[in-house]
């Protein structure tokens, strides 16, 4: 792939798919449903620190749940593997990331990318008090981002005063003795961690990072013990995209993971990370624009993880 060639896949990928208009913008909270429709942005990073990208890439959204992708990576790293998997599955659910439901036998949430799962696994985050936890948590994600970020707190309040549904999932959890009592204090950080701004180049480093055994291309420094690329990558790559997974990973076969506001992190493990970002969601939650992307950009680069030929099918 010569960089002339990807700068070209993304000019052209953008003029044909921006003319798409399906999908619908989230509406749970007011800042999701002002968001423009138009905007689209593509963005590839290599794991070697090249860029290439395309659209209002500028733009800031929130991170939303591609945010539990660097959690779950946080709390291995804190915790260690058994640890984390003690608490919170592997398993893909095949329902909608914020079911209500836990496992019938372990009653653990089902796995780290589904709201229960990614409550419990913030919960694990060290520290003394709030404060501590959450700096723990931004130092985190600006180790993958290369640079300080902010919270739109309009997001953040909103997230706040209507995560009823993520409330109940809380106290599910620690009725069965899965998360501890400060449940409060966990779901502020959760509604934190979503409300994270980011725009399409730090998607894209971030997901490029992840592609790089944990170090940022640009920085060189290590955002995640490079063991547990291993324990991330696996598990984005059966339950990423919530319950489209399976066709995701038929068709793309590439380790990833959307966000309701729009943003689809993209692996290509040893690679590349791409960041896309579109905000009309399909059914599922899933960025329409962002899913047609990458399944081109994975046909006409050959990506697919499984496919021996690394050449166009058709
Ligand atoms: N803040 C959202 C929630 O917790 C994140 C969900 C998502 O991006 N799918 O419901």
Redesign the pocket.
């Given at each position: 792939m010569q960089p002339l060639e990807i700068q070209a896949t993304l000019d052209d990928l953008h003029d044909k798919y921006r003319p798409l208009q399906a999908g619908t913008l989230a509406t749970?909270i007011p800042e999701l449903a002002l968001m423009n429709p138009e905007s689209f942005s593509i963005c590839i990073v290599t794991a070697d620190g090249q860029c290439f990208k395309v659209g209002d890439f500028q733009q800031l959204f929130t991170i939303?749940?591609?945010s539990k992708v660097f959690v779950y990576g946080l709390a291995l790293a804190e915790h260690g593997r058994e640890k984390v998997l003690a608490k919170v599955g592997v398993e893909p659910t095949g329902d909608a990331?914020?079911a209500i439901i836990l496992d019938e036998k372990s009653k653990r949430p089902y796995n780290p990318m589904v709201?229960a799962g990614?409550i419990a696994i913030t919960s694990l985050t060290k520290g003394k008090d709030p404060t501590e936890r959450w700096k723990r948590m931004v130092s985190m994600f600006e180790r993958y981002i290369g640079h300080e970020t902010v919270v739109d707190a309009p997001t953040f309040r909103s997230?706040r005063a209507t995560?009823h549904?993520?409330r109940a999932m809380a106290h599910l959890m620690l009725n069965f003795g899965m998360i501890d009592e400060k449940i409060d204090d966990a779901l502020d950080l959760?509604?934190q961690q979503?409300s994270l701004a980011i725009d399409c180049v730090d998607l894209a480093v971030m997901a490029a990072t992840l592609s790089n055994q944990g170090r940022n291309p640009f920085t060189g420094v290590q955002a995640v013990p490079s063991c547990y690329i291993r324990d991330i990558l696996s598990v984005i790559y059966t339950c990423g995209m919530?319950n489209f997974a399976g066709e995701w990973a038929y068709k793309v076969g590439l380790p990833a993971k959307?966000?309701?506001?729009g943003g689809l992190l993209v692996v290509v493990p040893g690679r590349m990370g791409i960041g896309i970002f579109s905000p009309l969601l399909d059914e599922r939650?899933n960025s329409v624009r962002g899913v047609k992307v990458s399944e081109e950009i994975s046909q006409r680069f050959g990506l697919h993880l499984f496919d021996c030929n690394h050449q166009e099918t058709s």
């Open positions: 749970y939303q749940s591609i990331f914020n709201n990614a997230e995560g549904r993520n959760y509604f979503c919530y959307s966000g309701v506001s939650g």
